[in-house]
């Protein structure tokens, strides 16, 4: 028999070496290597019997088949993964622990077993009774809906064979094992083991399944972004622990558009759609104006969202000012002041600046920056901006306004929620005609200044 003989892998990236290393070259993640036995690889044992059925074809001798989707009866679910669960594709879904993941696929596995389909629901982290309590609470109530606590593959693989459903769920892909190999449940290696015996499954016996992974304190999937490559689609759950919503969003889709999100909010009995989202968000905006808010319509996917940005500028106790950005990115937010000192003259360099996107939601996008900008100057100066007016755009380095994507949608959702005007890039094209709101276009940050704000606190 061969010599075992031990390797170390980074447990984020899957970069695999002779010796420990503190630090991994391939993604620069610090102590992240751990020691597990070095198994020979079994050569091209992956997708063998699904490829090697299939000779090379002439592209247009191929038939199109549409993919056959399931849907899962939720519609914000459905549009995620790009109009339901497509037949015999793997499906990741990564977030932290206790965001919600277990109640969505327990939900949806009700959901689909009232259109009569089959569900094997791998539960390896939970007994069989704590499922069946989330069940009553969640009120799903179904016999064709198959619990099964295991963590071992061979056993599971079994019994996807003998039961043949149309979903399987695995809960959580860190806390199964393969006996093929010699490391512990959630290594790296036994990550990308399982996986790709689940992905052969998935494709030799064209049955869907979903897998649960957790997500490290650092944002990133446990062990690991091996697992991000091997899937057909990664949905990330997201949401603030301490609110009640939840955004599924979908960052890699071989069978539809990424960028879409979901959003849900959480309460005992279970997760429940939310139909108009920028409701949620604005919620607890204060009509009463105080300086350095603002309201910029952001678009999640194709989707817009309304969302209120906070900015705190305060003279700095420290030598070196702080600046500390939350929803946004703090580069872009740099880059934000250093063009209002630029431009505009704001005197910025002993000012420590916060900034804060309400209701814990990432607001990645350019278009934001006008908002940002606009509320960082009104908490600077005082003032308030006019609590009607809603911001879209991106601020050039020159302090010119930027065009934005989306702009009609975006109006739309503005003008929806009651907002009476809106100020837009100049360079933006808008065909529609819009009744109930006035639009605004600015080419220069200064003038959205001038047109927004309205009144002076002193
Ligand atoms: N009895 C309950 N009443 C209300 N909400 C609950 C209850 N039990 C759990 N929850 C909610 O469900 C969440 C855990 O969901 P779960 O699906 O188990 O998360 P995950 O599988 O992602 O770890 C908790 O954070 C809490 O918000
Ligand atoms: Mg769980
Ligand atoms: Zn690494």
């Known amino acids: 028999m061969a010599k075992l003989k031990s390797k170390y892998v980074c447990q984020n990236c899957g970069y695999e070496t002779a010796g420990y290393l503190g630090k991994c070259p391939e993604c620069g993640s610090w102590a992240s290597f751990v020691e597990e036995?070095?198994?020979?690889?079994?050569?091209?044992?992956?997708?063998?019997?699904?490829?090697?059925?299939l000779p090379p074809m002439k592209l247009n001798e191929i038939e199109m088949n549409s993919e056959i989707r399931m849907s899962t009866n939720i519609s914000e679910f459905d549009r995620v993964l790009g109009g339901g669960i497509v037949l015999g594709s793997l499906v990741l879904i990564a977030g932290d622990p206790g965001i919600g993941k277990s109640t969505i696929l327990l939900q949806t596995s009700g959901e689909l077993c009232k259109n009569n389909k089959k569900v094997f629901y791998v539960s390896a982290e939970e007994s069989a009774s704590q499922i069946k309590l989330r069940a009553e609470r969640l009120g799903v109530k179904s016999d064709s809906l198959y619990i099964y606590p295991q963590t071992n593959l061979e056993l599971i693989k079994k019994h996807i064979e003998d039961l043949k459903p149309d979903l399987v769920i695995i809960d959580s892909i860190?806390?199964?094992?393969?006996s093929q190999i010699q490391s512990s449940a959630g290594s790296v290696s036994q990550i990308r083991e399982c996986t790709n015996s689940l992905m052969q499954i998935a494709k030799s016996q064209n049955v869907s399944i979903i897998v649960i992974g957790h997500v490290t304190k650092e944002g990133n999937i446990a062990g690991p972004k091996v697992l991000e490559h091997m899937v057909d689609t990664v949905i990330q759950f997201e949401g603030d622990k301490y609110k009640t919503y939840r955004i599924l969003r979908s960052i890699k889709n071989r069978f539809g558009n990424?960028?879409?999100?979901?959003?849900?909010?959480?309460?005992?009995?279970?997760?429940?759609?939310?139909?108009?989202?920028?409701?949620?968000?604005?919620?607890?905006?204060?009509?009463?104006q105080t300086p350095?808010?603002?309201?910029?319509?952001?678009?999640?996917?194709?989707?817009?969202?309304?969302?209120?940005?906070?900015?705190?500028v305060g003279t700095t106790p420290y030598p070196?000012?702080?600046r500390v950005a939350n929803g946004v990115d703090t580069g872009?937010?740099?880059?934000?002041?250093?063009?209002?000192?630029?431009r505009i003259g704001l005197n910025l360099s002993k000012q420590d600046v916060y900034v804060n996107v309400i209701g814990g939601i990432d607001v990645n996008e350019p278009?934001?920056?006008?908002?940002?900008?606009?509320?960082?100057?009104?908490?600077?100066?005082?003032?308030?901006?006019?609590?009607?007016?809603?911001?879209?755009g991106e601020i050039g380095l020159s302090g010119e306004i930027r065009a934005v994507n989306h702009i009609e949608k975006r109006i739309n959702e503005a003008q929806k929620l009651g907002f009476k005007k809106i100020i837009i890039p100049e360079a933006n094209d808008v065909q529609e005609e819009f009744k109930d709101i006035k639009i605004i276009k600015v080419k220069k940050i200064i003038e959205a200044i001038n047109?927004?704000?309205?009144?002076?606190?002193?």
Do not use: W
């Not at 880059?335 to 209002?340: D, K, P, T, Y």
């Open 37 to 53: 036995i070095n198994t020979p690889a079994k050569k091209d044992e992956v997708f063998s019997g699904v490829l090697e059925t």
């Open 174 to 178: 860190q806390a199964v094992y393969t």
């Open 258 to 288: 990424t960028s879409e999100v979901g959003i849900f909010e959480m309460n005992s009995n279970g997760l429940s759609e939310v139909i108009n989202p920028s409701e949620l968000f604005l919620k607890e905006y204060n009509q009463t």
């Open 292 to 312: 350095g808010s603002t309201i910029i319509v952001t678009s999640e996917g194709t989707r817009p969202l309304l969302v209120e940005i906070q900015a705190l």
């Open 320 to 322: 070196a000012p702080r």
């Open 332 to 342: 872009r937010v740099l880059q934000i002041l250093a063009v209002l000192e630029k």
């Open 367 to 392: 278009a934001a920056d006008l908002g940002i900008a606009l509320a960082i100057v009104t908490c600077v100066r005082d003032v308030v901006f006019d609590s009607h007016t809603a911001i879209i």
């Open 451 to 458: 047109r927004g704000i309205i009144k002076c606190n002193n």
